[in-house]
């Protein structure tokens, strides 16, 4: 396996490593290749070093060991130009050869194989595909830039996840091939960041998806400098800790266009560190971090001595980390005064508060949100939310005027916005309470037709509703209710009715749209919903 080098990818079977040494192991005969493996836990067994001698550094402990080059297996990779050939043109078998210029490539690009009246109709197809994926397909460099010229003209989306691409400028090398790319996934790769691309910039991407390469903040700034239009960057799954700004290149300089940035699935855990270094991306606009491990929001300190930035986020998503005091919530409004959708998980949020009442309490609490949890936030179902939540803090004790706020800080607000005194907020309390209706709901098994009797197995479970709520939310509030492991389905509801003989009869089913509210599939006092399984 002449050839080798460091920093160059490798495959063995479903196993990709990266080389970081090449050369002599002492006590032993013959070359040695050292490799980081990007699982380590299957093939890793020390972390570079071997009888006291350190021959390379892995950045995860224990994921490397030592292979020979000539191993069974061992992969280095192919062109792009031999992968999109190989997965896109069919192979035929025939004696008879024939050679055909490709294209109007001016004789450059000779073609030479058998029936290649087939294989010019499939070229002829690939010239006309916009998307391309060579997911897994072991692409290490460009390969002929020619042939891909002429054959990526059109394409805009472009899939090299799990390659074998170790450097950025192999990368480089393959978009410069593809005028009008757009979007570009490079996700499962371990790309050398190291030296600076060899690279003009690409005015045309926009969205970039790195999610499980390892990089960090710093590096993925020094590289994403290149592409000025970029719009949307995925970075989910890449061990990071923090958003440590480069020394080389300003974040503004960086990503001046970005709009959408993606953290999922990292070890994120200080929000004001990882927030104030997003607030130096001057367009950003959606933030999305789940999955990390953010269990405090801190309102934003205003003070002039350290006063911290607001951004103009419009949505966000904070679903799936330990965040469960409603002081958190209460601070998204100081960081993010534009807030306009969130996602957030509500288990964490729920102790102490009325069965059910998160999504109202999350609402009351953010004044200008919009949608919350993908379901839309109508005017109708905020005036409720607010008024519930005004009612709950006049249920909650006397507290004084700077408790109130502090616990409540949208409590002045609300109370003015509905002219509720805080004398008047258990009558609010009282009056919001009638609104609400007692519904039982009974799960039904098989095919349900309308006016046929329906056998129910089991005693129903009764639920407290507002008739104003959209039944988009009655079926999120089911499911937790009922632990179902999907979303109800709006079809699969029906008003029930008991007949005389004490049968059950489907009456009519709801309202297919799941932004109704209750009151248009008829729902009141006493209603006996059936939910088809």
């Not at 590096?219 to 080389?248: F, I, M, T, W």
Request: proline letters at 5%.
């Amino acid at each position: 396996m002449d050839g080798l080098s460091t920093g160059q990818r490798i495959r063995i079977g479903e196993d990709y490593g990266t080389v970081l040494f090449v050369g002599d192991v002492a006590g032993t005969t013959g070359a040695w290749l050292g490799i980081e493996w990007d699982e380590g836990s299957k093939r890793g067994k020390h972390s570079g070093g071997r009888n006291g001698v350190q021959y390379f550094t892995c950045s995860v402990p224990n994921s490397g060991s030592f292979v020979r080059p000539n191993t069974p297996g061992l992969t280095t990779g192919v062109g792009f130009d031999t992968a999109l050939i190989s997965k896109y043109i069919d192979t035929f078998q025939s004696d008879g050869m024939e050679s055909v210029v490709l294209g109007s490539s001016n004789g450059a690009i000779l073609v030479e194989g058998p029936r290649l009246n087939k294989v010019r109709a499939k070229f002829s197809q690939i010239e006309r595909l916009r998307s391309i994926s060579l997911n897994k397909y072991d692409v290490s460099n460009v390969g002929n830039s020619q042939v891909v010229t002429k054959l990526c003209q059109s394409v805009q989306y472009l899939d090299l996840s799990q390659t074998l691409l170790g450097d950025w400028n192999a990368v480089a090398d393959i978009i410069r091939c593809i005028p009008n790319l757009s979007v570009l996934e490079l996700n499962n790769n371990r790309i050398q960041y190291t030296a600076t691309p060899n690279t003009t910039n690409f005015p045309k991407l926009t969205h970039l998806r790195l999610n499980s390469t390892i990089i960090n903040w710093a590096q993925a700034c020094e590289v994403l400098v290149h592409l000025p239009a970029l719009e949307d960057l995925q970075l989910g799954y890449n061990q990071l800790e923090d958003l440590r700004p480069s020394s080389k290149v300003n974040t503004s300089e960086a990503l001046p266009s970005l709009m959408t940035l993606n953290l999922d699935s990292n070890r994120l855990g200080d929000w004001v560190s990882t927030i104030i270094s997003c607030s130096t991306v001057p367009r950003l606009r959606n933030l999305m971090i789940p999955s990390n491990v953010i269990d405090t929001i801190p309102r934003r300190a205003t003070a002039s001595a350290v006063k911290e930035p607001t951004l103009s986020i419009q949505y966000l998503s904070i679903s799936d980390n330990p965040i469960s005091s409603w002081n958190d919530v209460d601070s998204l409004v100081t960081w993010f005064p534009e807030l306009y959708e969130l996602s957030i998980s509500f288990e964490p949020l729920a102790s102490g508060i009325p069965p059910g009442a998160t999504r109202n309490f999350v609402i009351a609490r953010l004044p200008v949100l919009r949608k919350l949890n993908g379901t839309e936030v109508t005017e109708r179902e905020r005036t409720d939310a607010e008024l519930f939540y005004l009612s709950w803090i006049g249920r909650s004790g006397q507290l004084s005027e700077n408790d109130m706020e502090a616990l409540h800080p949208r409590w002045k607000e609300l109370a003015a916005k509905y002219n509720t005194s805080t004398e008047k907020l258990k009558q609010a309390a009282e009056n919001l309470g009638s609104h609400m209706i007692s519904v039982k709901v009974v799960k039904l098994h098989g095919a349900i037709t309308r006016q046929q009797p329906v056998s129910i197995s089991d005693t129903g479970t009764t639920l407290r509703v507002l008739p104003t709520m959209s039944t988009k939310v009655f079926g999120m509030k089911l499911k937790k209710a009922l632990r179902l492991s999907s979303q109800v389905d709006p079809k699969a509801l029906w008003i029930l009715f008991t007949s005389e003989s004490g049968e059950t009869v489907p009456l009519r089913a709801f309202d297919t749209d799941p932004l109704h509210d209750l009151t248009w599939s008829g729902v009141e006092e006493g209603s006996l919903i059936g939910l088809e399984l």
